[in-house]
Protein backbone atom coordinates (compact mmCIF):
# COMPACT_ATOMS: atom_id res chain seq x y z
CA UNK A 1 0.00 0.00 0.00
CA UNK A 2 2.66 2.48 1.05
CA UNK A 3 4.37 1.90 -2.68
CA UNK A 4 1.01 2.62 -4.43
CA UNK A 5 0.83 5.82 -2.71
CA UNK A 6 3.93 6.73 -3.31
CA UNK A 7 3.56 5.71 -7.04
CA UNK A 8 0.25 7.67 -6.58
CA UNK A 9 1.82 10.59 -5.49
CA UNK A 10 4.38 10.70 -7.74
CA UNK A 11 2.36 10.73 -10.40
CA UNK A 12 0.35 13.63 -9.04
CA UNK A 13 2.93 15.62 -8.67
CA UNK A 14 4.13 14.71 -12.29
CA UNK A 15 0.95 15.45 -13.67
CA UNK A 16 1.36 19.14 -11.55
CA UNK A 17 4.81 19.52 -13.09
CA UNK A 18 4.22 19.07 -16.65
CA UNK A 19 1.19 21.59 -16.09
CA UNK A 20 3.36 24.35 -14.76
CA UNK A 21 5.21 23.78 -18.11
CA UNK A 22 2.62 23.99 -20.23
CA UNK A 23 1.50 27.37 -18.86
CA UNK A 24 4.76 28.53 -18.64
CA UNK A 25 5.34 28.03 -22.06
CA UNK A 26 3.90 31.44 -23.74
CA UNK A 27 4.49 33.32 -26.82
CA UNK A 28 5.81 37.03 -26.22
CA UNK A 29 5.33 40.03 -28.19
CA UNK A 30 7.16 43.40 -28.26
CA UNK A 31 5.40 46.14 -26.70
CA UNK A 32 4.62 48.29 -30.16
CA UNK A 33 2.50 44.89 -31.07
CA UNK A 34 -1.10 44.79 -28.99
CA UNK A 35 -4.28 44.99 -28.34
CA UNK A 36 -5.79 48.41 -29.46
CA UNK A 37 -3.05 49.17 -31.97
CA UNK A 38 -3.44 49.94 -35.67
CA UNK A 39 -1.83 48.34 -38.69
CA UNK A 40 -0.79 50.00 -41.35
CA UNK A 41 -3.41 49.34 -44.78
CA UNK A 42 -1.95 48.72 -47.86
CA UNK A 43 1.25 47.73 -46.45
CA UNK A 44 3.48 44.40 -45.53
CA UNK A 45 2.96 44.92 -41.74
CA UNK A 46 5.15 42.17 -39.90
CA UNK A 47 4.03 40.48 -36.38
CA UNK A 48 6.77 39.11 -34.73
CA UNK A 49 7.76 37.98 -30.86
CA UNK A 50 9.63 35.10 -29.46
CA UNK A 51 8.75 31.68 -28.65
CA UNK A 52 10.79 28.45 -28.13
CA UNK A 53 12.72 27.83 -30.76
CA UNK A 54 10.90 25.51 -33.41
CA UNK A 55 7.77 26.35 -31.86
CA UNK A 56 5.06 26.62 -34.97
CA UNK A 57 3.49 29.89 -35.25
CA UNK A 58 0.45 30.78 -36.76
CA UNK A 59 -1.30 34.93 -37.37
CA UNK A 60 -4.84 35.45 -38.58
CA UNK A 61 -6.65 38.84 -38.82
CA UNK A 62 -9.65 39.84 -41.12
CA UNK A 63 -9.35 37.05 -43.25
CA UNK A 64 -5.48 37.05 -43.61
CA UNK A 65 -3.57 34.48 -42.22
CA UNK A 66 0.10 33.47 -42.18
CA UNK A 67 2.25 30.76 -40.36
CA UNK A 68 6.12 30.04 -39.61
CA UNK A 69 8.41 28.40 -37.30
CA UNK A 70 10.29 30.14 -34.40
CA UNK A 71 14.55 30.17 -35.56
CA UNK A 72 17.44 28.94 -33.16
CA UNK A 73 16.85 32.17 -30.79
CA UNK A 74 13.23 31.56 -30.75
CA UNK A 75 12.19 34.64 -33.10
CA UNK A 76 9.36 34.57 -35.54
CA UNK A 77 8.19 36.74 -37.82
CA UNK A 78 4.84 36.48 -40.12
CA UNK A 79 3.66 39.20 -42.29
CA UNK A 80 0.06 40.07 -43.23
CA UNK A 81 0.11 42.03 -46.76
CA UNK A 82 -2.47 44.52 -47.86
CA UNK A 83 -4.81 44.92 -45.10
CA UNK A 84 -7.85 47.31 -46.04
CA UNK A 85 -8.60 50.59 -43.43
CA UNK A 86 -10.87 49.65 -41.44
CA UNK A 87 -12.70 51.15 -38.30
CA UNK A 88 -14.56 47.92 -37.60
CA UNK A 89 -12.42 46.70 -34.40
CA UNK A 90 -11.33 43.19 -35.11
CA UNK A 91 -9.36 40.25 -33.08
CA UNK A 92 -5.56 39.11 -34.14
CA UNK A 93 -5.73 35.38 -33.20
CA UNK A 94 -1.95 33.81 -32.79
CA UNK A 95 -1.62 30.56 -32.38
CA UNK A 96 1.18 27.67 -31.58
CA UNK A 97 1.76 24.33 -31.29
CA UNK A 98 3.53 24.97 -27.85
CA UNK A 99 2.23 27.86 -26.36
CA UNK A 100 -1.01 29.21 -25.15
CA UNK A 101 -2.94 30.93 -27.36
CA UNK A 102 -2.83 34.98 -27.98
CA UNK A 103 -5.56 37.07 -29.10
CA UNK A 104 -5.24 40.69 -29.70
CA UNK A 105 -8.34 42.93 -29.27
CA UNK A 106 -9.91 46.26 -30.66
CA UNK A 107 -7.26 46.49 -33.55
CA UNK A 108 -7.98 48.40 -36.45
CA UNK A 109 -6.27 49.27 -40.22
CA UNK A 110 -5.88 52.90 -41.04
CA UNK A 111 -2.51 55.20 -41.10
CA UNK A 112 0.72 54.87 -38.63
CA UNK A 113 2.97 57.81 -38.22
CA UNK A 114 5.65 57.83 -35.95
CA UNK A 115 6.19 61.17 -33.63
CA UNK A 116 9.56 61.99 -32.61
CA UNK A 117 11.74 64.61 -31.85
CA UNK A 118 12.78 67.08 -28.53
CA UNK A 119 10.46 68.28 -26.21
CA UNK A 120 8.27 70.46 -28.60
CA UNK A 121 7.35 66.74 -29.57
CA UNK A 122 7.13 65.83 -25.99
CA UNK A 123 4.74 68.98 -25.24
CA UNK A 124 1.72 67.65 -23.97
CA UNK A 125 -2.21 68.01 -24.59
CA UNK A 126 -2.49 69.71 -21.08
CA UNK A 127 0.32 72.07 -21.27
CA UNK A 128 -1.36 73.52 -23.97
CA UNK A 129 -3.60 76.01 -25.26
CA UNK A 130 -7.17 75.99 -24.85
CA UNK A 131 -6.20 72.65 -23.03
CA UNK A 132 -9.36 71.97 -20.79
CA UNK A 133 -11.49 72.94 -23.66
CA UNK A 134 -9.32 70.49 -26.18
CA UNK A 135 -9.36 67.36 -23.63
CA UNK A 136 -13.21 67.65 -23.40
CA UNK A 137 -13.54 67.42 -26.77
CA UNK A 138 -10.75 64.76 -27.33
CA UNK A 139 -13.23 61.71 -28.21
CA UNK A 140 -11.69 59.67 -31.64
CA UNK A 141 -11.85 56.34 -30.73
CA UNK A 142 -10.41 55.77 -33.98
CA UNK A 143 -7.30 57.82 -33.09
CA UNK A 144 -5.36 55.01 -31.26
CA UNK A 145 -1.63 56.38 -29.40
CA UNK A 146 1.34 54.41 -27.69
CA UNK A 147 3.82 56.29 -25.86
CA UNK A 148 7.35 54.84 -25.63
CA UNK A 149 9.16 55.28 -22.41
CA UNK A 150 12.32 57.15 -22.33
CA UNK A 151 15.19 54.36 -22.96
CA UNK A 152 18.71 54.72 -23.73
CA UNK A 153 20.80 52.25 -24.78
CA UNK A 154 24.57 51.73 -25.42
CA UNK A 155 23.51 48.55 -28.44
CA UNK A 156 20.54 48.17 -30.28
CA UNK A 157 17.39 46.67 -28.47
CA UNK A 158 14.61 44.51 -30.09
CA UNK A 159 12.10 45.78 -27.50
CA UNK A 160 11.70 49.09 -25.24
CA UNK A 161 8.69 50.14 -22.47
CA UNK A 162 5.89 51.69 -23.18
CA UNK A 163 3.37 53.35 -21.12
CA UNK A 164 1.59 50.08 -19.22
CA UNK A 165 -1.86 51.17 -20.92
CA UNK A 166 -0.39 50.13 -24.13
CA UNK A 167 -1.99 51.14 -27.42
CA UNK A 168 -5.23 53.11 -26.25
CA UNK A 169 -8.15 55.49 -28.17
CA UNK A 170 -8.70 59.19 -27.65
CA UNK A 171 -10.37 60.23 -24.89
CA UNK A 172 -10.31 62.80 -22.38
CA UNK A 173 -9.15 60.62 -19.75
CA UNK A 174 -6.17 59.35 -21.82
CA UNK A 175 -5.01 62.35 -24.27
CA UNK A 176 -4.11 64.86 -21.56
CA UNK A 177 -0.52 63.51 -21.59
CA UNK A 178 0.21 62.77 -24.91
CA UNK A 179 2.28 64.98 -27.21
CA UNK A 180 -0.27 67.74 -28.50
CA UNK A 181 1.67 68.01 -31.96
CA UNK A 182 1.30 64.37 -32.62
CA UNK A 183 -2.24 64.17 -31.35
CA UNK A 184 -3.46 67.24 -33.45
CA UNK A 185 -1.68 65.92 -35.94
CA UNK A 186 -3.54 62.55 -36.02
CA UNK A 187 -6.98 64.39 -35.84
CA UNK A 188 -6.17 66.77 -38.95
CA UNK A 189 -5.70 62.82 -40.85
CA UNK A 190 -8.95 61.33 -39.37
CA UNK A 191 -11.22 64.11 -39.82
CA UNK A 192 -9.71 64.56 -43.04
CA UNK A 193 -9.24 61.09 -44.47
CA UNK A 194 -12.18 59.36 -42.19
CA UNK A 195 -9.78 56.58 -41.38
CA UNK A 196 -8.25 54.75 -38.05
CA UNK A 197 -4.96 56.87 -36.96
CA UNK A 198 -2.17 55.31 -35.31
CA UNK A 199 0.14 57.30 -33.48
CA UNK A 200 3.61 56.26 -31.96
CA UNK A 201 5.32 59.26 -30.05
CA UNK A 202 9.08 58.44 -29.13
CA UNK A 203 10.04 61.69 -27.95
CA UNK A 204 12.51 63.15 -25.27
CA UNK A 205 13.07 66.59 -24.08
CA UNK A 206 17.00 68.43 -24.64
CA UNK A 207 17.89 65.44 -26.88
CA UNK A 208 20.11 66.42 -29.93
CA UNK A 209 19.91 64.67 -33.24
CA UNK A 210 22.70 62.23 -33.15
CA UNK A 211 21.11 60.42 -30.38
CA UNK A 212 18.66 59.17 -32.61
CA UNK A 213 21.18 58.67 -35.51
CA UNK A 214 22.51 55.10 -35.21
CA UNK A 215 26.34 54.17 -34.60
CA UNK A 216 27.12 53.07 -38.39
CA UNK A 217 25.19 56.58 -39.89
CA UNK A 218 27.02 58.33 -36.94
CA UNK A 219 30.67 56.83 -38.84
CA UNK A 220 29.85 58.73 -42.29
CA UNK A 221 30.10 62.01 -40.79
CA UNK A 222 32.81 63.67 -40.01
CA UNK A 223 33.60 64.65 -36.54
CA UNK A 224 30.81 62.59 -35.08
CA UNK A 225 32.50 59.27 -35.33
CA UNK A 226 34.05 59.48 -31.83
CA UNK A 227 30.92 61.63 -30.48
CA UNK A 228 28.82 60.19 -27.70
CA UNK A 229 25.66 59.43 -29.33
CA UNK A 230 23.41 56.62 -30.94
CA UNK A 231 21.56 55.71 -27.27
CA UNK A 232 17.72 56.77 -28.66
CA UNK A 233 18.26 55.14 -31.43
CA UNK A 234 19.14 52.01 -30.13
CA UNK A 235 16.10 52.06 -27.32
CA UNK A 236 13.38 54.31 -29.08
CA UNK A 237 13.89 53.53 -32.48
CA UNK A 238 15.49 50.31 -33.20
CA UNK A 239 12.82 48.20 -31.15
CA UNK A 240 9.37 49.50 -33.62
CA UNK A 241 11.43 48.14 -36.53
CA UNK A 242 9.27 46.28 -38.63
CA UNK A 243 6.34 47.52 -37.43
CA UNK A 244 4.87 49.26 -40.41
CA UNK A 245 4.33 52.70 -40.61
CA UNK A 246 3.59 55.05 -43.69
CA UNK A 247 5.92 58.13 -42.39
CA UNK A 248 7.22 59.96 -39.46
CA UNK A 249 7.31 63.80 -37.98
CA UNK A 250 9.70 64.99 -36.50
CA UNK A 251 10.22 68.49 -34.15
CA UNK A 252 13.68 68.90 -33.05
CA UNK A 253 16.59 71.21 -33.44
CA UNK A 254 16.64 73.40 -30.23
CA UNK A 255 19.74 71.12 -28.42
CA UNK A 256 21.92 71.24 -32.42
CA UNK A 257 21.88 75.13 -32.11
CA UNK A 258 24.93 75.40 -31.31
CA UNK A 259 26.28 73.39 -34.46
CA UNK A 260 23.79 74.22 -36.72
CA UNK A 261 25.95 73.93 -39.85
CA UNK A 262 26.74 70.54 -39.15
CA UNK A 263 22.75 69.97 -38.72
CA UNK A 264 22.50 70.00 -42.77
CA UNK A 265 24.33 66.42 -43.06
CA UNK A 266 23.14 65.25 -39.35
CA UNK A 267 19.54 65.68 -40.18
CA UNK A 268 19.29 64.24 -43.76
CA UNK A 269 21.67 61.04 -42.42
CA UNK A 270 19.37 60.60 -39.78
CA UNK A 271 16.42 60.70 -42.20
CA UNK A 272 18.13 58.09 -44.14
CA UNK A 273 19.63 55.88 -41.25
CA UNK A 274 15.31 55.53 -39.99
CA UNK A 275 14.72 55.19 -43.99
CA UNK A 276 17.14 52.23 -44.20
CA UNK A 277 15.92 50.40 -40.89
CA UNK A 278 12.53 49.92 -42.15
CA UNK A 279 14.00 48.42 -45.65
CA UNK A 280 15.21 51.20 -47.66
CA UNK A 281 11.55 52.76 -48.36
CA UNK A 282 11.64 56.61 -48.75
CA UNK A 283 8.91 57.06 -46.77
CA UNK A 284 7.27 60.55 -46.04
CA UNK A 285 9.32 63.04 -43.08
CA UNK A 286 8.12 66.09 -42.14
CA UNK A 287 9.86 68.32 -40.38
CA UNK A 288 8.63 71.71 -38.12
CA UNK A 289 11.01 74.36 -38.49
CA UNK A 290 11.58 75.53 -35.08
CA UNK A 291 9.76 78.73 -33.81
CA UNK A 292 11.34 82.09 -32.90
CA UNK A 293 13.16 82.26 -29.52
CA UNK A 294 15.91 84.10 -28.08
CA UNK A 295 18.12 81.95 -27.23
CA UNK A 296 20.84 84.57 -25.53
CA UNK A 297 23.87 81.88 -25.49
CA UNK A 298 26.75 81.96 -27.41
CA UNK A 299 27.64 79.64 -30.49
CA UNK A 300 23.55 79.27 -31.14
CA UNK A 301 22.66 80.37 -34.57
CA UNK A 302 18.67 80.08 -35.04
CA UNK A 303 18.65 81.14 -38.51
CA UNK A 304 21.51 78.89 -39.60
CA UNK A 305 19.23 75.63 -37.75
CA UNK A 306 16.56 76.94 -39.92
CA UNK A 307 18.44 77.18 -43.03
CA UNK A 308 19.76 73.12 -42.63
CA UNK A 309 15.84 72.30 -41.48
CA UNK A 310 14.77 74.33 -45.26
CA UNK A 311 17.79 72.46 -46.96
CA UNK A 312 17.00 69.18 -45.85
CA UNK A 313 13.70 69.51 -47.49
CA UNK A 314 14.58 70.97 -50.24
CA UNK A 315 17.16 68.49 -50.63
CA UNK A 316 16.14 65.41 -49.45
CA UNK A 317 12.86 63.29 -51.33
CA UNK A 318 9.90 62.28 -49.81
CA UNK A 319 10.29 65.30 -47.18
CA UNK A 320 8.14 68.66 -45.91
CA UNK A 321 9.00 71.35 -43.39
CA UNK A 322 6.00 73.31 -41.53
CA UNK A 323 7.08 76.94 -40.70
CA UNK A 324 6.26 78.36 -37.65
CA UNK A 325 7.56 82.00 -37.33
CA UNK A 326 4.06 83.11 -36.83
CA UNK A 327 2.53 81.07 -34.33
CA UNK A 328 5.70 81.96 -31.76
CA UNK A 329 5.92 82.77 -28.53
CA UNK A 330 9.61 84.66 -28.74
CA UNK A 331 10.12 83.89 -24.61
CA UNK A 332 8.81 80.87 -24.60
CA UNK A 333 10.90 77.94 -25.76
CA UNK A 334 7.85 75.75 -25.64
CA UNK A 335 5.48 77.66 -27.93
CA UNK A 336 2.13 76.68 -26.32
CA UNK A 337 0.24 76.99 -29.59
CA UNK A 338 0.69 73.08 -31.10
CA UNK A 339 -2.92 72.97 -32.40
CA UNK A 340 -1.43 75.05 -35.88
CA UNK A 341 1.82 73.11 -35.43
CA UNK A 342 -0.19 69.39 -35.70
CA UNK A 343 -2.60 71.00 -38.48
CA UNK A 344 0.22 72.27 -40.88
CA UNK A 345 1.83 68.92 -40.51
CA UNK A 346 -1.54 67.52 -41.35
CA UNK A 347 -1.71 69.74 -44.37
CA UNK A 348 1.56 68.50 -45.72
CA UNK A 349 0.56 64.67 -45.42
CA UNK A 350 -3.01 65.58 -47.30
CA UNK A 351 -1.12 66.85 -49.84
CA UNK A 352 1.50 65.17 -50.63
CA UNK A 353 1.43 61.63 -49.12
CA UNK A 354 -2.51 61.22 -49.55
CA UNK A 355 -3.27 63.47 -52.67
CA UNK A 356 -5.52 65.74 -51.69
CA UNK A 357 -6.09 69.54 -53.36
CA UNK A 358 -5.41 71.69 -50.26
CA UNK A 359 -2.26 74.53 -50.10
CA UNK A 360 0.00 72.64 -47.27
CA UNK A 361 3.36 75.15 -47.66
CA UNK A 362 4.05 79.23 -47.67
CA UNK A 363 6.73 80.55 -50.05
CA UNK A 364 9.94 78.80 -50.64
CA UNK A 365 12.89 81.06 -51.93
CA UNK A 366 13.79 79.83 -55.22
CA UNK A 367 16.36 82.30 -56.86
CA UNK A 368 16.99 85.99 -57.10
CA UNK A 369 17.70 88.20 -60.17
CA UNK A 370 19.33 92.01 -60.35
CA UNK A 371 17.36 93.84 -62.12
CA UNK A 372 19.83 97.82 -61.73
CA UNK A 373 19.61 98.56 -58.12
CA UNK A 374 16.60 96.14 -57.36
CA UNK A 375 16.79 92.66 -56.35
CA UNK A 376 13.86 90.60 -57.60
CA UNK A 377 13.27 87.48 -55.47
CA UNK A 378 11.19 84.30 -57.04
CA UNK A 379 9.61 81.56 -54.90
CA UNK A 380 8.30 77.87 -55.29
CA UNK A 381 4.92 76.11 -53.34
CA UNK A 382 3.00 79.68 -54.10
CA UNK A 383 -0.60 79.38 -53.66
CA UNK A 384 -1.79 82.53 -55.91
CA UNK A 385 -0.01 85.56 -55.39
CA UNK A 386 2.52 86.26 -52.29
CA UNK A 387 0.76 88.18 -49.71
CA UNK A 388 0.96 89.49 -46.27
CA UNK A 389 -0.42 88.14 -42.95
CA UNK A 390 -1.63 91.66 -41.76
CA UNK A 391 -1.35 93.70 -44.83
CA UNK A 392 1.73 95.86 -44.64
CA UNK A 393 4.60 96.01 -46.60
CA UNK A 394 6.70 92.85 -46.18
CA UNK A 395 8.65 92.92 -42.99
CA UNK A 396 12.20 91.36 -42.25
CA UNK A 397 14.47 92.21 -45.09
CA UNK A 398 17.99 93.21 -45.24
CA UNK A 399 19.93 93.45 -48.22
CA UNK A 400 23.87 93.99 -49.24
CA UNK A 401 26.12 94.53 -51.88
CA UNK A 402 29.65 93.66 -52.72
CA UNK A 403 31.02 95.08 -49.86
CA UNK A 404 28.58 91.98 -47.35
CA UNK A 405 27.39 94.62 -45.59
CA UNK A 406 23.40 94.22 -44.61
CA UNK A 407 21.07 97.00 -44.20
CA UNK A 408 16.96 97.15 -43.70
CA UNK A 409 15.61 96.56 -47.02
CA UNK A 410 12.18 97.42 -48.33
CA UNK A 411 10.36 94.40 -49.98
CA UNK A 412 7.25 94.98 -52.92
CA UNK A 413 5.11 92.19 -53.70
CA UNK A 414 4.50 91.93 -57.30
CA UNK A 415 2.18 89.07 -58.08
CA UNK A 416 4.18 85.99 -56.98
CA UNK A 417 7.59 87.95 -57.04
CA UNK A 418 8.94 90.03 -54.78
CA UNK A 419 11.32 93.46 -55.40
CA UNK A 420 13.61 94.15 -52.71
CA UNK A 421 15.44 97.75 -52.74
CA UNK A 422 16.99 99.83 -50.43
CA UNK A 423 18.68 103.10 -51.28
CA UNK A 424 22.16 102.18 -49.38
CA UNK A 425 22.69 99.73 -51.73
CA UNK A 426 23.02 100.54 -55.46
CA UNK A 427 24.08 97.18 -56.53
CA UNK A 428 22.50 93.85 -54.60
CA UNK A 429 24.34 91.05 -53.94
CA UNK A 430 22.88 89.27 -51.12
CA UNK A 431 19.04 89.42 -49.84
CA UNK A 432 17.99 88.03 -46.45
CA UNK A 433 14.72 87.45 -45.13
CA UNK A 434 13.77 86.83 -40.91
CA UNK A 435 17.37 86.19 -40.58
CA UNK A 436 17.39 87.00 -37.00
CA UNK A 437 16.31 84.45 -33.80
CA UNK A 438 13.27 86.62 -32.77
CA UNK A 439 12.20 86.94 -36.44
CA UNK A 440 8.67 87.24 -36.47
CA UNK A 441 7.79 88.41 -40.07
CA UNK A 442 4.59 88.78 -42.13
CA UNK A 443 5.37 87.43 -45.65
CA UNK A 444 2.65 84.77 -46.86
CA UNK A 445 0.60 83.73 -49.90
CA UNK A 446 -3.22 83.54 -50.82
CA UNK A 447 -2.65 80.29 -48.42
CA UNK A 448 -2.10 82.27 -45.24
CA UNK A 449 0.76 79.78 -44.65
CA UNK A 450 4.37 81.91 -43.71
CA UNK A 451 7.14 81.88 -45.78
CA UNK A 452 10.30 80.26 -44.55
CA UNK A 453 13.16 82.43 -43.03
CA UNK A 454 16.32 82.33 -46.35
CA UNK A 455 18.86 84.13 -47.32
CA UNK A 456 20.15 83.81 -51.15
CA UNK A 457 24.15 84.32 -50.68
CA UNK A 458 26.47 81.38 -49.20
CA UNK A 459 28.89 83.78 -47.48
CA UNK A 460 30.41 82.26 -44.51
CA UNK A 461 29.27 83.20 -41.23
CA UNK A 462 31.51 82.73 -38.23
CA UNK A 463 29.78 81.48 -35.43
CA UNK A 464 31.42 81.98 -31.91
CA UNK A 465 31.41 79.83 -28.97
Not at 151 to 179: L, N
Not at 180 to 202: C, H, M, W
Not at 276 to 293: D, E
Request: proline share 7%.
Amino acid sequence: MLKMKNAATLVTLLAVLLTCSVAAAEIKLPSVIGSGMVLQQGAYCPIWGWAEPGEKIAVSYDNRSATTVTDDDGIWVVVLKDLKASADPKTMAIRSDKSEPVDLENVLVGEVWLCSGQSNMAWTVQRSNDAEAEIAAAKYPNIRMLQINRTAQADPKRDVPVWSHGWTAVTPETVPGFSAVAYFFGRKLNQELDTPIGLINSSWGGTPAERWTSRAAMDTIEGLKEAKGCDLYNGMIAPLVPFAIQGAIWYQGEANTPRAIQYRELLPTMIACWRASWGGRPFPFGIVQLAPYTYNNPGRNLPLLWESQLLTAKNTPNTGLVVTTDISTVGNIHPPNKQDVGARLGLWALATVYDKDVAYSGPIYKSMTVDGSKAVLSFDLVDGDLATSDGKAPSHFTIAGEDKKFVPATATIKGDKLIVTSDAVEKPVAVRFAWQETAEPNLTDESGLPASPFRTDEWEIVVTP
